[in-house]
C-alpha cells in the first residue's frame, strides 16, 4: 500500500512539473512578433531576408533536411517555385494590393507536451485588405517550442496541407485534436 501512495504521490509530482513546462498561454506577444513580423519582411525586405525569416520562424524549415532541394510553403515545391510565391506575395504587399494585415489570436485550442517539443494550436482571425475588399480569415495556428531553446516557430494551418506532411510534422499529434480548415471571405 505504502509502494502505491509513493507511486501515486511520485506520478502527481512528475505530471505537476511536466505541465508545468507549458508556455504557451504567457508567449502571445512573442506570436504576434512572429506573425507581425512575417507581414513586415514581406512589407520590406527582399527575397533573401524573407527566406531568413521562415528558416527562422517557419516550423516546416526544421524538415528541409528530409525534403533536399526543396521548401515547404502549403506543401513541398523546389525552390524556384517557392521563391516565385514568395516574390508575388511580397509584390501585392509591396504594391498596396494588400495591406491592413491585423492578427487576433483567440484562446488556445490545444497545448501539450510533445515528442517536438510543444505545441500550442490557436484559432486565429486574419483582417487584411486586398484589392479595395476587406477580407476576414479563421485559421488554425501550430505554434511549436522547443523544449531545450525555447525557440518558437509557427506553421498556419490552412487545410490545404497533405496528411503526410502533417504526420511528419506532429508524429503524435493526439487524435482527439481536430484542426479546422481555414475559412475566408471577402466583403465589398
Same mark, same amino acid.
Given at each position: ?15 505537476? $512539473?511536466?505541465?508545468? @513546462?507549458?508556455?504557451? &498561454?504567457? *508567449?502571445?506577444? #512573442?506570436?504576434? /512578433?512572429?506573425?507581425? =513580423? ?41 525552390? $524556384?517555385?517557392?521563391? @516565385?510565391?514568395l516574390n &508575388?506575395? *511580397?509584390?501585392? #504587399?509591396?504594391? /498596396?494590393?494588400?495591406? =491592413? ?16 517539443g510543444e ?7 486574419y483582417f ?27 506553421? #498556419?494551418?490552412? /487545410? ?29
Amino acid at each position: 500500500m505504502k509502494k502505491l501512495l509513493l507511486g501515486l504521490a511520485i506520478g502527481l509530482l512528475s505530471f505537476s $512539473s511536466y505541465s508545468s @513546462e507549458l508556455k504557451c &498561454s504567457e *508567449s502571445y506577444d #512573442i506570436f504576434q /512578433g512572429i506573425i507581425r =513580423g512575417a507581414v513586415e519582411v514581406r512589407r520590406s525586405g527582399d527575397l533573401k531576408q524573407i527566406k531568413a525569416h521562415n528558416e527562422c520562424y517557419d516550423y516546416p524549415a526544421l524538415f528541409n533536411k528530409n525534403h533536399p532541394g526543396q521548401f515547404y510553403l502549403f506543401g513541398w515545391m523546389d525552390e $524556384s517555385e517557392y521563391d @516565385e510565391t514568395l516574390n &508575388s506575395i *511580397s509584390f501585392k #504587399i509591396k504594391s /498596396g494590393k494588400s495591406k =491592413g494585415h491585423k492578427a487576433k489570436l483567440l484562446k488556445p485550442k490545444a497545448d501539450f507536451i510533445s515528442s517536438v517539443g510543444e505545441v500550442c494550436i490557436i484559432p486565429m482571425y486574419y483582417f487584411v485588405n486586398i484589392d479595395g475588399k476587406q477580407g476576414i480569415s479563421l485559421t488554425d495556428v501550430f505554434f511549436v517550442r522547443d523544449i531545450h531553446s525555447n525557440e518558437w516557430r509557427a506553421l #498556419i494551418y490552412t /487545410g490545404d496541407e497533405p496528411k503526410e506532411d502533417i504526420n511528419e510534422f506532429f508524429p503524435d499529434l493526439p487524435k482527439k485534436i481536430k484542426v479546422k480548415l481555414s475559412k475566408a471571405k471577402l466583403y465589398d
